[in-house]
């Protein structure tokens, strides 16, 4: 078949039998029915993704290459930043967020151990497990309903002499308080880190200039896990303007290496072999020189040409998020007497990962989570609830040692107790949110 063609006609002949594969096999629409499974989230692709993959396969580079750059550079500039750096999971994002703060290239605003970093229990546990893992204590503040979101007002209460930074997350796509956040770790100058893991291309209002969240503290983090806002099948990033910060992000990335070279390239600074690092001998090779100690969590650029045609698509996935966040809830007006919905963060548009929802008193979470997974919709809990109840925190709990609460976490209970979220994803149909609303309106007798 290929014996007449050179290697770009082969290329373009195999991609284009991909996209055809891809177009009959995988893009096949239907009608909703009644009873039929609504996912909370779902990938949502075409054949753009699977081109870009076989193209990159094709390619058979391996480790990060033309389509990581490429991500990276239009990340970046989507979201009006300097630097981004591609890796492997959020979780790792986030990981490589606070390991950053603790590099000593930061001096006396360098993280120690023993040292605290502002944060909620109701989330997802990485935003916490890197703090704890360095040797870091968390300081836990409530939460408030229904923005689900830190208490701004216990801010100043969990300040102390050891603070370095607050760490939190944009929870499901609502923004947190971001203005006074910000003003309270300027005033203290503290560290910021935004877990953006669940709000890529939400916007929040501040001093009459609109950003997008990730991009207002020192660092921010994605995820593009298949349920987020774009996807890679597995994949992360960060993205900062502080070139000393990008710096240390990229060392702990890659290793804990000195060098900056990209993987394939040597001597880019022109004095791989004449240098003097700690205590080694005169001109070792400076590609083998550790000024951290780092971990490899790059991803691959396989990963990478999915979310370069994912990106594209980002603009029309957030704003369907958006449509049917609303949908849903003008179709459960009239429920309130028994169910809190969410609100937004004001001066913010989310883009929404999830519709939250909190039962008031007298009504069961379980009885309405099990009715609506009965009926084929599917329900998830706010991540950990409340992180300090899970096994992972007996041992700390027994000894009162390792972390701090300030006040009550009476709101992140209630969370833990009462709330539950389904999905708003882009791939949803107006006939799924419709069904969603019916099913619940149904099982709480409000016709």
């Known amino acids: 078949m290929f014996e007449q063609m050179n290697e770009e006609q082969a290329r373009e002949c195999i991609l284009s039998q991909v996209q055809e594969y891809c177009e009959k096999y995988h893009d096949k629409k239907t009608s909703f029915k009644e009873g039929q499974r609504v996912p909370y989230a779902s990938r949502v692709y075409d054949s753009a993704e699977m081109t870009n993959l076989v193209d990159s396969a094709l390619e058979f580079w391996l480790t990060s290459g033309r389509y990581t750059k490429q991500f990276e550079e239009r990340l970046a500039q989507y979201l009006g930043v300097k630097y981004c750096s591609l890796v492997n999971s959020g979780s790792s994002a986030n990981l490589l967020a606070f390991m950053a ?18 944060t909620v229990a109701a ?67 503290l560290w910021l880190v935004e877990d953006n893991c669940d709000a890529l291309g939400s916007k929040y209002y501040m001093e009459n200039k609109e950003y997008f969240t990730g991009t207002v503290g020192d660092i921010g983090t994605s995820s593009f896990y298949p349920p987020h806002h774009m996807t890679m099948g597995e994949g992360g990033a960060l993205y900062t303007d502080n070139p000393l910060l990008h710096k240390c992000i990229r060392s702990f990335r890659d290793w804990g290496r000195d060098c900056v070279c990209v993987s394939g390239q040597d001597n880019m600074c022109g004095h791989r072999f004449d240098r003097q690092y700690g205590e080694l001998p005169l001109g070792y090779d400076h590609k083998y020189v550790y000024s951290h100690f780092g971990y490899n969590l790059k991803a691959t650029d396989m990963q990478a040409a999915i979310g370069c045609a994912q990106l594209e698509k980002l603009p029309s996935f957030t704003e369907l998020r958006r449509q049917h966040f609303a949908l849903l809830k003008e179709l459960l007006k009239g429920t309130e007497d028994k169910l809190i919905l969410p609100e937004a963060c004001e001066g913010s548009i989310p883009s929404w990962f999830g519709f939250m929802i909190t039962c008031k008193e007298g009504i069961s979470r379980n009885l309405i989570v099990q009715n609506l997974e009965s009926h084929n919709i599917q329900t998830r809990m706010l991540f950990a609830g409340n992180l ?35 999905g708003v994803y882009p791939g949803m149909t107006e006939e799924m949110i419709e069904y969603m609303a019916l099913t619940m309106r149904q099982i709480l007798n409000c016709q």
């Open 123 to 189: 989330g997802f546990p990485t935003t916490v497990a890197p703090v704890i893992q360095f040797g870091a204590v968390p300081v836990f503040v409530d939460i408030t309903i229904p923005q689900y979101n830190i208490d701004v007002s216990r801010l100043e209460e969990a300040l102390s002499p050891r603070t370095k930074a607050v760490m939190l997350a944009h929870t499901l796509g609502n923004p947190f308080d971001l203005k006074t956040v910000k003003k309270f770790c300027d005033e203290h100058k």
């Open 101 to 118: 703060l603790t590099s000593h290239l930061l001096g006396e605003r360098a993280i120690r151990r023993g040292d605290e970093v502002i």
């Open 388 to 422: 300090l109840r899970h096994p992972c925190f007996d041992e700390m709990r027994k000894k009162g040692e390792g972390y701090r609460v300030v006040g009550d976490l009476v709101n992140t209970d209630r969370v833990m107790n009462d709330t539950f979220w389904v």
